[in-house]
């Protein structure tokens, strides 16, 4: 028995994208007529079998765009940040006409490798995936041939656009302030391996301290922190030359180091500066109120849709990462170094 012919198969005969080959065969805009009608006599040739062809291109108008929205379970929880984007690109949605689906993925569904009907049935036009899932996943959902973006996330495996904040400049830029502040003695907290954006911090902050001239030893660089509160009081309480200044991976983390450290009997800024990442809630709730990064969620928001649109009227153009800038905000967290002998 022969095997059944597949778009990658195709593709490959061709040395065309999988996103090109799935584009024509199903009648969706984004290839030219001349590439569809080849794509559609190797088809024939080869014996694909599919349940609906479309020998022109369907007309933008004939009816609207459905955008998919996916995230894992954890994203949907952070509503200070990815609940933002998450508006923000409904609104930009709505204002070109598109219609949105959102779907939250569980650990389960995530481990199984299980993808919402909605993408097995290919019902959706494209899928904007927000911030990390795991990879396998990703990659399941991007091999559907469907367009997709990813926001806030990038992997070397995942041949997918992506938006994304510039993490290693950004984090440059904190250093910088403490050390013009005369910090020297610097740490890090955060879990690295809880998503590429936390190391490109790390590297950010190995960047700023190589061309400042500011040493950073490995007792101070905590990569592997449970977010949880007591536990970062007990890694902190373990650190027995504790650094002048804390540079957090993100606001919960900053949160956290800020009220253990005045539980240790610490003064802040006074005896120690705390800076954070991301400008949510729990920076501005926190006494004194932190000094962040700024992520400009709705720039995230418009540059994700934009790029999907993009790739849907054209999915043979390269693919792209998007840097956003950030910016600074000094709040009360951070203040110039006690002078030490």
């Known amino acids: ?11 490959d005969k061709l040395s065309l994208s999988k996103n090109s080959i799935s584009q024509a065969l199903t009648g969706k805009p984004g290839v030219s007529d001349e590439t569809r009608r080849l794509i559609m006599q190797t088809a024939d040739d080869m014996g694909y079998v ?18 998919a929205l996916i995230a894992s379970n954890y994203a949907f929880s952070m ?20 219609e949105l689906i ?26 904007l995936i927000l911030s990390h899932i795991t990879t396998p996943y990703i990659q399941a959902v991007l091999d559907t041939g469907i367009p997709s973006v990813l926001i806030d996330h990038h992997h070397p495996d995942l041949a997918a656009d992506s938006i994304l ?12 302030h403490l050390a013009n502040l005369g910090h020297k003695k610097i740490g890090y907290m955060g879990n690295i391996r809880f998503s590429p954006s936390y190391y490109e911090r790390l590297e950010g902050m190995r960047l700023a301290a190589f061309e400042l001239g500011i040493e950073l030893k490995e007792e101070w660089l905590v990569t592997a922190a449970k977010e949880e509160s007591g536990e970062i009081r007990t890694l902190l309480e373990g650190i ?26 610490l003064r802040v800024p006074e005896d120690v500066s705390v800076v954070s990442f991301d400008n949510g809630y729990l920076s501005k709730l926190a006494t004194p109120p932190i000094t962040t990064v700024d992520v400009d969620l709705h720039l995230y928001a418009r540059c994700a849709v934009e790029k999907l649109i993009s790739r849907l ?7 792209t990462e998007t840097l956003l ?10 203040g110039p170094a006690l002078q030490q002998n």
């Open 1 to 11: 028995m022969n095997r059944k012919v597949t778009m990658q198969d195709i593709a």
């Open 50 to 67: 599919y349940s609906k062809r479309v020998d022109q291109p369907a007309s933008p108008h004939s009816a609207p765009r459905t955008i």
């Open 79 to 98: 509503k200070s940040f990815f609940g933002d984007i998450y508006l923000s690109v409904d609104k930009e949605l709505k204002q070109k006409g598109i």
């Open 102 to 127: 959102i779907q939250s993925i569980s650990p389960e569904d995530a481990a199984s490798l299980t993808l919402p009907p909605f993408i097995q049935q290919r019902a959706v036009d494209g899928i």
């Open 165 to 176: 904040t510039n993490n290693r400049f950004s984090a440059y830029e904190a250093i910088r």
């Open 240 to 265: 027995t030359d504790l650094p002048t200044a804390w540079f957090c991976v993100n606001d919960g983390f900053g949160f956290m180091v800020n009220s253990a450290l005045q539980q240790m009997g």
């Open 313 to 319: 009227n054209d999915s043979e153009q390269p693919r």
């Open 325 to 334: 800038s950030t910016k600074l905000l000094v709040r009360g967290s951070t």
